[in-house]
């Protein structure tokens, strides 16, 4: 059973909504005043853009989002499921959503070395 718009949201789904929230206002910091050029730069051929590390955290964040408020009438510490990359390990859903926002962080932190790269365009 999913939550309803009319119901109140737990605590764990709250705070991961914030995280988001913060973190999207962080990204949205890094672009602002950015120029195309400097957007879709990249350090070298095999390394994202600006734009490219953007891309992925906004869909990310989307996703995480919709995710949230899917389990959020769930005991998210019950439910358990295999690691996509180390399938002997098991997490908890719990797990998995505090887990995903620190992973979209990285998306970020990346973006922001970029910005700070030698050869980074002056508009």
């Not at 922001?112 to 030698?118: H, Q």
Request: glycine share 6%.
């Amino acid at each position: 059973m999913a939550a309803t718009s009319g119901e109140s949201l737990p605590g764990w789904c709250v705070r991961l909504v914030s995280e988001l929230d913060e973190s999207g206002a962080r990204a949205a910091k890094l672009s602002k005043r950015l120029s195309p050029d400097q957007i879709n730069w990249k350090p070298s051929a095999h390394e994202w853009s600006i734009g490219q590390c953007l891309d992925r955290f906004l869909r990310s964040n989307e996703q995480v989002r919709a995710l949230a408020h899917r389990a959020a009438s769930y005991d998210v510490n019950r439910i358990r499921f295999k690691n996509p990359y180390l399938p002997l390990i098991r997490f908890t859903v719990g797990t998995g959503l505090l887990i995903m926002p620190a992973h979209e962080r990285r998306h970020l932190l990346q973006a922001e070395r970029i910005k700070t790269s030698a050869g980074f365009p002056n508009r």
